[in-house]
């Protein structure tokens, strides 16, 4: 069982801050890649804003507070919202998984360290 990171963990990851940062930023990548077009990536963004814009009721309460507390300690984009989640605000995005990764990947070693 790995513990839930916290909210100022993610903001330190989400500002580029903090060991799971470090650890991602020493990493000697030849290449990373996204296989989508930046025209289509737009696209699909803009659609999604528009649903979700369309379906504010579908964003609970808890969403809302974890965003706010994200928020409050990283930097934001300009509409205020996180940006290690997608546009629906629960799902991570691809920083949310890279930061994801890291925490459960770090946990486990700890967890394979101990005697």
Request: glycine share 6%.
């Amino acid at each position: 069982f790995v513990e839930s990171p916290t909210p100022e963990a993610m903001a330190e990851f989400e500002s580029q801050n903090g060991e799971l940062w470090e650890q991602r930023e020493s990493e000697d990548a030849l290449l990373a890649l996204r296989n989508v077009k930046k025209h289509t990536c737009s696209e699909k963004a803009s659609a999604m804003k528009k649903y979700f814009g369309d379906q504010e009721d579908s964003v609970s309460c808890a969403n809302q507070e974890k965003q706010s507390l994200i928020r409050k300690k990283s930097k934001s984009t300009s509409s205020g919202e996180s940006q290690m989640f997608s546009l629906d605000g629960v799902h991570p995005n691809d920083e949310g998984y890279d930061f994801w990764g890291r925490h459960i990947a770090n946990a486990i070693i700890a967890e394979w360290q101990k005697p």
